[in-house]
């Protein structure tokens, strides 16, 4: 059986069995000024390369493509197009720029598009480190290699979204931001910090007896939502869904009425009850409005928990990355507060 001590999330000995994993977290502002400051130069010329003509459309290709689009989609002028398979659509050619991440450089379907992409003229720049099987086979008169060394998602978006965002094909991605962005999260969840002024620690507790749903309204929060579920399943073995509100409606209506004289302890393969764990963006839609609303309403219909994540970053990059950090934090003290009895 496994329950959840809170008692370990202040305790220094419990921490300090955390601190490689802690510490990762709190150097994210660290890697993204440190993933742009090394691009530097190459991302203005990158800029200069561009700054003629606008390409016929985007094509952010890769695995990690799904994180451009989440960004790109509701700002990109020109048709944009993720494409995760390792090729590129058949129309692809020289009037294209074809962007990729590739924080880890050993993809070998990665690498295979990037090929495709130098072969057939486009204009292509790729974020990966310049000695990986990526960067090999990135060879051409239009490639632009954004150096990179941290094996860091984010960061390495970060690197490829400034390069974006000075050809105004993105939306604002000031890495400074989004760098203090995260180290505000990083101060307010530090293990350092008490439980009842830790916002990190009160959702991990907040999560220690439920199932979460976890839901996010616009583009970048709805991605934040299934990768804070994925780092609670990770972290838990525990069941975490993320999804949009027609998702989540079914599971929370379906909650059985809570048992005021249930034993939670009684049994660790028991029925836990669902929380909504929603990441609040700030984004100010009346789609996005009316379906919080309509959850809320679901959950205070049928006796489920609400919790709430929120940022107050200035830009679009800066909340995703405040807010996933924050989740991210949430589900490493709930692994740290479970332990066998």
């Given amino acids: 059986m496994v329950w959840f001590d809170e ?64 960004v790109l989609e509701p700002f990109c002028p020109v048709p944009f197009v993720a494409w995760p398979a390792p090729a590129l659509p058949g129309w692809a050619g020289s009037l294209d720029l074809v962007v990729v991440l590739a924080p880890e450089g050993s993809d070998p379907g990665t690498a295979s598009a990037v090929a495709e992409a130098a072969r057939r003229g486009c204009q292509l720049v790729v974020a990966t ?57 990083a101060i307010a969840c530090s293990p350092n910090r008490d439980i009842s002024i830790n916002p990190a620690k009160m959702l991990a507790i907040s999560l220690a007896d439920a199932s979460p749903l976890v839901w ?7 991605r934040a939502a299934r990768r804070v579920a994925e780092s609670i399943r990770r972290t838990s073995g525990r069941t975490a869904l993320a999804g949009d509100a027609e998702h989540l409606l079914p599971v929370i209506e379906a909650a059985r009425a809570r048992n005021v004289f249930a034993d939670p302890f009684a049994d660790d393969a028991g029925d836990r009850r669902p929380v909504l ?65």
């Fill in 129 to 185: 480190p310049p000695e990986s099987l990526v960067a090999q086979h990135a060879t051409g008169r239009w490639t632009t290699i954004l150096p990179t060394d941290t094996a860091d998602q984010l960061a390495t978006a970060v690197a490829m979204l400034s390069f974006l965002d000075q050809v105004q094909l993105g939306p604002n991605a000031d890495p400074d931001a989004v760098a203090d962005a995260l180290d505000v999260v």
């Fill in 7 to 70: 008692s370990r999330l202040d305790d220094q000995s419990a921490l300090g069995s955390a601190d490689l994993r802690l510490r990762t977290l709190a150097e994210s502002g660290a890697r993204v000024r440190r993933e742009v400051g090394a691009a530097a130069e190459a991302i203005a010329e990158a800029v200069s390369r561009a700054s003629d003509t606008r390409p016929r459309a985007v094509i952010a290709a890769g695995p990690d493509s799904r994180l451009l689009r989440a």
């Fill in 216 to 222: 996010g309204g616009s583009v970048l929060a709805a």
């Fill in 277 to 341: 764990v929603i990441l609040d963006d700030g984004l100010d839609d009346p789609v996005v409005r009316d379906q919080r609303i309509r959850l809320e309403e679901a959950c205070l219909a049928h006796d489920v928990r609400i919790e709430h994540v929120a940022s107050e970053a200035a830009g679009e990059v800066d909340r995703y990355a405040s807010l996933l950090l924050n989740g991210t934090y949430a589900a490493e003290y709930l692994r740290l507060g479970l332990v066998p009895d």
